[in-house]
C-alpha cells in the first residue's frame, strides 16, 4: 500500500533553490531557498512546496493549516454523490425517453445517484399499473450501470445508485 507523501513546509524543504510564489499571488521567480524562508517569515506564513519538479520545486507563502483546511474540505464535496431527478410521465414518448435514460447513465458513471418519479395527474391514476411497468422498463435499462436502492410502488419512485 503506497503511503500518502507529507507536503514539504519551511525546514523541510531541502532544494537549494525554489519557484516562488508569494502570498499576493505574484511569482518571483527562482528564489534562494533561505530568501523564500525569509519572505515567508516577515509575512508571518509557511512556505509549502505545492508542486514538485525536476530543476526546482514551486513553493508557496500561504497559511499552511488553512490551506489543510481547504484541500480537506474540497475532497469531501468531490466525494459526495449527488442526487440527481429525473420526473417521467406514464406516456413518454420513445425518444424522449431514450434521452433520460442516456442521461440518467451518464450522472450514474459519474458516481451519482438518479431517483425516477412518474407523475400521474387526472385520470391517469386510473392506469397506475402502466407508471409501475414504464419503472420496471427503466430499472431494466439501467440493469448494469446502476443497481436499486429503493423502490416505492405506491408513489411511483425508484431510486438506482451507481453499480
Known amino acids: ?29 527562482l528564489t534562494d531557498t533561505r530568501e523564500a ?9 509557511d512556505l509549502v512546496v ?3 519538479r525536476k530543476d526546482a520545486p514551486v513553493a508557496k507563502v500561504l497559511d499552511y493549516g488553512k490551506h489543510q483546511y481547504q484541500q480537506k474540505k474540497r475532497q469531501r464535496q468531490s466525494s459526495k454523490p449527488t442526487l440527481k431527478e429525473v420526473k417521467l410521465r406514464p406516456n413518454v414518448g420513445d425518444s424522449d425517453y ?10 450514474l458513471d459519474k458516481g451519482n445517484l438518479v431517483k425516477f418519479q412518474v407523475r400521474l395527474r387526472g ?3 386510473q392506469h397506475r399499473d402502466r407508471a409501475r411497468e414504464l419503472l420496471e422498463r ?7 450501470a ?6 416505492d ?8 445508485a451507481p453499480a
Not at 503506497?2 to 502570498?23: E, M, W, Y
Not at 431514450?98 to 450522472?107: D, E, M, S
Not at 410502488?153 to 438506482?160: A, C, G, M, T, Y
Open 153 to 160: 410502488k405506491r408513489s411511483l419512485i425508484v431510486q438506482v
Open 146 to 151: 446502476g443497481k436499486v436502492q429503493s423502490f
Open 50 to 52: 505545492v508542486s514538485q
Open 138 to 144: 427503466v430499472i431494466d435499462d439501467l440493469g448494469e
Open 123 to 125: 385520470r391517469e391514476h
Open 1 to 29: 500500500m503506497a503511503k500518502k507523501q507529507k507536503q514539504l513546509i519551511n525546514h523541510k524543504i531541502k532544494s537549494p533553490q525554489v519557484l516562488l510564489i508569494d502570498h499576493e499571488n505574484n511569482n518571483r521567480g
Open 37 to 45: 524562508l525569509q519572505v515567508a517569515k516577515d509575512a508571518s506564513l
Open 98 to 107: 431514450g434521452l433520460r435514460i442516456k442521461r440518467a447513465l451518464n450522472w
